[in-house]
């Protein structure tokens, strides 16, 4: 059964850092691109990070390019976001997902991020 867990998600003031992580299970891990998709309130979801299987390439959405860097440990099965200078727009939950972005086939549960004062 494949399984993405999200975690690190939380509440932080604008400006600030975060790092999103997600363990991966079910599937040979480092054999897929993965990427982080997220969503937010009363919003489509929007793909913001894909991250080939070997870590080499990676791409970002133009509005969090500069912040956000995704990274990946195939030895522990493990995708992160590294996320700095927040800001309130960035208010969503973040999905790990299998593949492609929003095309994906297989998304965590997903790990909630708040940005506010």
């Known amino acids: 059964e494949v399984q993405l867990v999200e975690s690190g998600g939380g509440v932080v003031q604008p400006g600030g850092s975060l790092r999103l992580s997600c363990v991966a299970s079910?599937?040979?891990?480092?054999?897929?691109?993965m990427s982080w998709v997220r969503q937010a309130p009363h919003k489509g979801p929007e793909w913001i990070a894909l991250i080939s299987t070997d870590g080499r390439s990676t791409y970002v959405a133009n509005s969090v390019k500069g912040r956000f860097t995704v990274s990946r440990d195939n030895t522990n099965n493990t995708l992160y976001l590294q996320m700095n200078s927040l800001i309130f727009d960035d208010t969503a939950h973040y999905y790990c997902?299998?593949?492609?972005?929003?095309?994906?086939?297989?998304w965590g549960q997903g790990t909630r991020v708040i940005v506010s004062v």
């Open positions: 079910g599937f040979t891990f480092s054999a897929k691109d």
């Open positions: 997902v299998r593949g492609s972005g929003i095309e994906g086939d297989y």
